[in-house]
């Protein structure tokens, strides 16, 4: 009996995966409403591994409300427009706090490339500068330099 309690408290203690992929959503308007609307059915690599244009975001979150989506309509208008400003055309990958999916599909690193970044950050936290990265075991200097422009810190 006890152990089950002591479980039931360690499970509540622990923020939801959901909820730390909300906090790592790049900053700006928009930002926690879409960590309360869109990561309820999937984890947000799916839309954060995408560089689209305002057009197809609106199209997206528009078959996004389609499949079960809840927001008022301006907090929709909102969601569309934090995602065609963070998550546009040409928008960069912010290396802290990508997800798997948007380093491996926006950058074009090898899963073994995108798994050293993730484990680096995990233990020594955020990269301060592209240098550390070129740093991290496993990382194609050549192809992180080629990408150099796309990536902030
Ligand atoms: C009610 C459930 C639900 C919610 C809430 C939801 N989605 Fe989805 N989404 C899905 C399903 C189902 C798929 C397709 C299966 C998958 O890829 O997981 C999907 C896939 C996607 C894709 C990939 C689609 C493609 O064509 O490649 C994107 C981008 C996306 N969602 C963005 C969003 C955004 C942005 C929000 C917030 C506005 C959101 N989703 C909220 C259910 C949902």
């Known amino acids: 009996m006890k152990t089950i309690y002591l479980m039931l408290l360690a499970l509540a203690g622990a923020p939801a995966a959901d909820e ?5 959503l790049p900053e700006g308007a928009g930002k926690e409403i879409a960590g309360r609307i869109c990561l309820n059915c ?9 560089r689209w244009s305002s057009e197809e975001w ?7 409300v ?13 969601v569309v427009a934090y995602l065609a400003k963070n998550f546009g055309k040409g928008a960069p990958v912010r290396i802290n706090t990508a997800p798997f999916a948007e380093i491996k ?15 680096y950050r995990e233990k020594n936290g955020e990269l301060k500068s592209f240098e550390e990265l070129l740093k991290v075991p496993g990382i194609d200097a050549a192809k992180a330099e080629a990408q150099k422009a796309r990536i902030t810190f």
């Open 20 to 24: 730390k992929e909300a906090r790592l």
């Open 42 to 50: 999937h984890d947000s690599g799916n839309f954060r591994k995408a």
């Open 58 to 64: 609106s199209d997206s979150v528009a078959d996004m």
């Open 66 to 78: 389609e499949r079960g989506a809840k927001g008022t309509p301006a907090e929709i208008d909102a």
């Open 105 to 119: 599909v926006v950058l074009g690193f090898t899963v073994a490339e995108v798994r050293a970044v993730l484990e």
